[in-house]
């Protein structure tokens, strides 16, 4: 890696965790990493379907409504 004089700068050493906190291997770190990125995304997939759902049930109640009025 170069720095802004153009010097070669030796990359420090990268110690990588798992969870708990103790230090993991290349392995562990990627599925720790694995882990934490499906757990969010999961979060936002249970977010998005949530909002879904409301937005489906307003949907029908309006449809509802219509229907009633044309009768």
Known sequence: MIDLFGNNEKQSRIYRRD?????AGVKQ???????????????????????????AKMIRIKDELINNLKK
């Open 19 to 23: 969870s708990v906190g103790r230090f």
């Open 29 to 55: 770190a990627i599925y720790e990493k694995a882990l934490r990125e499906a757990a969010m995304y999961k979060q936002l997939y249970l977010k998005e379907l949530s909002r879904s759902r409301g937005i």
